[in-house]
């Protein structure tokens, strides 16, 4: 069975940093493209990173470009994402995502394992 577990999450000062990282389980972890999206209140879930199954490929939402950075440690079976000068609009709930595919993609429909999410909160 596939899991996706994400950690990292909590509350923050804007412009402070974050690091996330979601462990996976059950799959071989190094052939997945993996993703991060995020969904904040009352809106829909969008794409905010992903990166390839060798970590040479990584694709950025313009929204964070910049700030945030997503990576991977196969050995470890654990995708990362960094991120840095936080806005309160970055306040969201953050989903892990893994792809059975060695492309990364900015699209949710690509994406065939969700984790369960967490919370970032950004205060102003």
């Known amino acids: 069975q596939v899991q996706l577990v994400e950690s990292g999450g909590g509350l923050v000062q804007a412009g402070g940093s974050l690091r996330l990282s979601c462990a996976a389980s059950?799959?071989?972890?190094?052939?997945?493209?993996m993703g991060w999206f995020r969904q904040a209140p009352g809106k829909e879930r969008e794409f905010v990173a992903a990166?390839?199954?060798?970590?040479?490929?990584?694709y950025y939402a313009d929204s964070v470009k910049g700030r945030f950075t997503i990576s991977r440690d196969n050995a470890k079976n654990t995708v990362y994402l960094q991120m840095n000068s936080l806005k309160p609009e970055d306040t969201a709930v953050y989903h892990c995502?893994?792809?059975?595919?060695?492309?990364?993609?900015?699209?949710?429909?690509?994406?065939?394992?969700w984790g369960q999410g967490t919370q970032v909160t950004v205060s102003s």
């Open positions: 059950g799959r071989t972890f190094s052939t997945d493209a």
């Open positions: 990166i390839n199954y060798s970590g040479s490929i990584r």
């Open positions: 995502a893994a792809r059975t595919s060695v492309l990364a993609s900015r699209y949710e429909i690509d994406y065939d394992y």
